[in-house]
């Protein structure tokens, strides 16, 4: 059965980190994107970041935000840095078969998709 987990998230106060996780099971990341994307209240899901892990390839909406893949572990984080209010939402992670080189955090693209975790940046 394919499935993502995501953790990592909670409370964090404005100018801190978090390090959020994406565990896939049922399939290995070597041939898929994986996404993240954030959904805040009442706004529309966005696309964060993308990594093609056939090539180890990344793309990012936000400097703040760098993902990486640990293909061992079947697992893909998102660190965050000098997080803001405005980042606060639930972040999912999501995956794509996709074999290029240039992965997109475009949502329809996505297949399968995890519960997501709650991240809150407040003071």
């Known amino acids: 059965q394919v499935q993502l987990v995501e953790s990592g998230g909670g409370l964090v106060q404005p100018g801190g980190s978090l390090r959020l996780s994406c565990t896939v099971s049922?399939?290995?990341?070597?041939?898929?994107?994986i996404g993240w994307f954030r959904q805040a209240p009442g706004k529309e899901r966005e696309g964060v970041s993308c990594?093609?892990?056939?090539?180890n390839t990344t793309d990012s909406e936000d400097s703040r935000f760098t993902i990486s893949a640990d293909n061992a572990k079947n697992t893909v984080y998102l660190q965050m840095n000098n997080l803001k209010p405005e980042d606060t939402g639930v972040y999912y992670c999501a995956a794509e078969r996709f074999m290029g080189r240039t992965c997109a955090s475009v949502a329809r693209r996505y297949e399968v998709w995890g519960q997501g975790t709650q991240v809150t940046v407040s003071s």
């Open positions: 049922g399939f290995t990341l070597y041939g898929y994107a």
């Open positions: 990594i093609s892990n056939t090539f």
